[in-house]
């Protein structure tokens, strides 16, 4: 018996506590869906200590075979070419579900702030998944959350390539030379362009010339263009006020690229080889590929519309969570020494805090969870995300690190955790114990949003 597949499976990011509103019935769909599961591999291919699944079929009492979604938004083929799925954001879902419908979280703004931590942009690579050479998938632009990500972490990329100074490498010049000769005389040419129009004096020559204008600046440059473009013609970025102070970043790199020609071939950077001194060149040129593969090297593509092409993605949101943490930690703590995911042992704790002058000392672990938002209750998911923590802090190489001699002295610890709906600003510091642990505390933070359009707010209720 023939099935009718449906063209995209919307659902949304796994919902610890409402997650049957979270699983999409496969019942009804093609047999080939009934056993799959898509792992996550990150773009940087960094090996997890766990396996983390994007999507899996699973099999629930007296509920049959659901799809179950995980920490991750995105999409991809569950038959290629046939039947694909898009997942979105849980935050937003839990926001439609409150009386006031009229703002979003503003995930571009968390992308922005997050890449643009130090430690924070070593870790990014992690933070998603893309697959390039599988056929793309159309979805709609307001679902686009690989292309604004791809084009910022680029630019963030780029800078540290600037700050350090570009590379310098051999490139071919052809060029009219008056009254003297370089490298190989191009007899045709001579003659065609300078000598049978009178020209007698200018000589076409071919010669390689050492400088910035190398092949990998030039397709570095043409990305940028092509990026340039989207961050100032996409209206979804300047409602969301994303290009806010990037502004300043793309004309600094304007001017880095200014002697840089903007003509390259994807078939000249084959011959392309790894420099210790410019190893941040093989990852920028990975990223620039990837977004002239995502706008088919045409203008045109970077424009709006209401529905897009891309290629499989998906993004880890609790990833993104704790680089955006990062930033907030840095405004509660100011002055303080923060190191971020150090490997101590056999742990690698988010974050440790040391401070001197006032003294104190914090292990802190982010959790991607809206369940600490209910102060009534703990689930035994938090039960276990309080041992966790706990266990990172009585980590010796941590202890060490905090400079805490004693091997009884206990040493506080506390969860940062999501709360969309939270009026405190983050400078204030309100840190709430756990009253049911002495020493442990949570801090909810404040995303960025931004306000819907009417438009929009249609569409999110359509959602």
């Not at 699973?58 to 938004?73: H, M, N, R, T």
């Not at 599988?134 to 990500?149: G, K, N, Q, S, V």
Request: hydrophobic share 35%; aromatic share 12%; with cysteine.
């Amino acid at each position: 018996m023939s099935v009718n597949l449906k063209a995209q499976i919307p659902i949304f990011e796994h919902h610890n506590w409402d997650w049957q509103n979270d699983r999409y019935s496969i019942d009804e769909l093609h047999s080939d869906i009934n056993e799959i599961s898509i792992q996550f591999k990150s773009w940087n291919h960094k090996r997890e200590k766990n396996t983390k699944y994007c999507l899996e079929v699973k099999s629930i009492k007296d509920e049959g075979k659901l799809l179950v979604a995980s920490y991750f938004i995105g999409c991809d083929w569950l038959i290629k070419e046939k039947q694909s799925v898009i997942v979105r954001p849980k935050l937003d879902k839990d926001r439609d579900n409150n009386a006031n419908q009229n703002e979003n979280v503003n995930y571009l703004e968390m992308m922005k702030i997050a890449i643009s931590q130090p430690e924070a942009i070593e870790h990014a690579g992690s933070l998603f998944e893309i697959k390039p050479e599988e056929p793309f998938i159309e979805i709609d632009r307001a679902d686009d959350y690989l292309t604004p990500f791809l084009v910022l972490y680029y630019v963030q990329l780029l800078k540290k390539i600037a700050c350090k100074g570009l590379k310098k490498g051999y490139y071919a010049v052809e060029k009219n030379l008056n009254g003297r000769i370089k490298g190989k005389i191009l007899v045709g040419a001579t003659l065609r362009n300078n000598t049978f129009k009178g020209r007698t004096l200018n000589t076409r020559c071919f010669y390689n010339e050492f400088g910035i204008n190398c092949i990998e600046n030039r397709y570095l440059k043409k990305a940028l263009i092509f990026g340039q473009h989207y961050l100032y013609t996409t209206r979804f970025l300047k409602e969301n006020n994303a290009d806010n102070g990037w502004s300043q970043t793309v004309n600094y790199l304007n001017a880095a690229f200014e002697q840089v020609a903007d003509e390259a071939d994807t078939h000249s950077l084959i011959s392309f080889h790894k420099n210790i001194f410019y190893k941040e060149y093989e990852e920028t040129l990975k990223i620039a590929r990837i977004i002239l593969q995502r706008f088919g090297y045409n203008f045109i593509k970077t424009q709006e519309g209401s529905r897009t092409m891309v290629p499989p993605f998906w993004i880890d949101m609790s990833k993104l969570f704790e680089m955006y943490a990062l930033s907030s930690l840095r405004v509660i703590f100011s002055g303080a020494e923060i190191e971020y995911q150090k490997q101590k042992g056999y742990d690698k704790p988010d974050y440790l805090i040391r401070s001197t002058y006032p003294k104190y000392q914090y292990v802190v672990d982010a959790k991607y969870k809206l369940a600490y938002c209910n102060d009534n209750f703990l689930t035994a998911a938090q039960i276990d995300d309080i041992r966790q923590v706990s266990a990172y802090a009585r980590n010796i190489q941590a202890k060490e690190w905090l400079g805490v001699q004693g091997i009884s002295d206990e040493i506080e610890c506390m969860i940062i955790y999501p709360n969309p709906n939270s009026e405190i600003d983050i400078s204030e510091n309100k840190q709430i114990p756990i009253k049911q642990y002495s020493g442990i505390y949570k801090i909810g933070i404040k995303l960025p949003l931004f306000k819907l359009k009417k438009s929009s707010i249609t569409h999110s209720a359509l959602h």
